[in-house]
């Protein structure tokens, strides 16, 4: 084999890493899908309630914190899919198109969670009043 298609071999699919040899290898690659779709359904049902959450804010700026953390937590639940469906089938590196823009949503949403503290912790301290107040 030459250098070129070593390379190319090396960057396209190279499994020598992943093998299912025994059971406990089965089972563990179970366990390991099933964790991962179990985090994904989690991730993916979060935007959801935070977009109501976010609906019933008054505020202008929780209009983007609120889509920052939808765009994060959608990405998370993405790259959890996308590890069952890359790892054992395609190349490994093909991740950097879910980990690129699940870093930047999570970045952004750092910055702007940590730019609009004092509102978010207003708006959270309100809630808790409002819910002390609550008949149930």
Do not use: Q
């Amino acid at each position: 084999m030459d250098a070129g298609s070593g390379l190319a071999h090396l960057l396209m699919n190279d499994h020598s890493w992943y093998r299912l040899d025994t059971e406990a290898d089965f089972a563990r690659a179970g366990l390991w899908c099933f964790s991962n779709l179990a985090i994904a359904a989690s991730y993916l049902t979060l935007p959801v309630e935070i977009w109501h959450w976010r609906l019933a804010l008054p505020f202008r700026s929780t209009t983007l914190i609120g889509l920052l953390f939808i765009c994060f937590i959608t990405l998370c639940g993405i790259s959890h899919l996308t590890m069952i469906i890359i790892m054992p089938t395609a190349p490994w590196w093909a991740t950097i198109f879910i980990y690129v823009p699940t870093a930047i949503a999570s970045v952004a949403t750092a910055v702007v969670a940590r730019r609009e503290r004092l509102l978010i912790i207003a708006v959270l301290k309100g809630i808790g009043a409002a819910l002390a107040r609550s008949p149930d």
